[in-house]
């Protein structure tokens, strides 16, 4: 299966939310994201930004902190951290690394980076992030852009 192919399978989940051209994927449905890449060993070049989206209103707000990347590589597997000093909350720099160059032939670190990532959002608290607090107060649920 395709990278793009896996994507839109992923996209055409039922509890998405969609608007304009734009789908994010909910925090129920993202994990389909590792099972169908896992069907062939498929190892996919993304980028995953987080969402707080108030489905109802249909506000949205961007965790741009919080997106992570994955690039194929042909160099060793690489897990990149954020910059030492840089001043991120401790929630996001204890528990997200930014990027993964991974080997085609290393499924198994895509795999694991993915699992601990969405692990990880599923329990983060923003609360450094007053603009996020006020989302999720509002009801709003976490969504994810995969380009």
Known sequence: MEEQEIIEKVEI????FSENDSIYISQ??????????????TILELLVTPFLIC?????KYELH???????ISKNDTEIIGFPFGNKLPKE???NISPKLFVRRED?????NFLSQYFNAMKSMEFAD?????DMLE???KLFYEVL
């Open 28 to 41: 129920e449905n993202i994990e389909h994201l590792i099972l169908f890449s896992k069907e062939n060993k």
């Open 138 to 140: 509002k009801g709003a």
């Open 129 to 133: 992030d007053k603009q996020a607090i």
């Open 92 to 94: 996001i720099t204890d």
């Open 55 to 59: 489905e109802n209103s249909g506000l």
């Open 65 to 71: 902190y919080y997106e992570i990347s994955t690039e």
């Open 13 to 16: 989940l039922p509890n998405n």
């Open 107 to 111: 499924y198994s670190a895509f795999e």
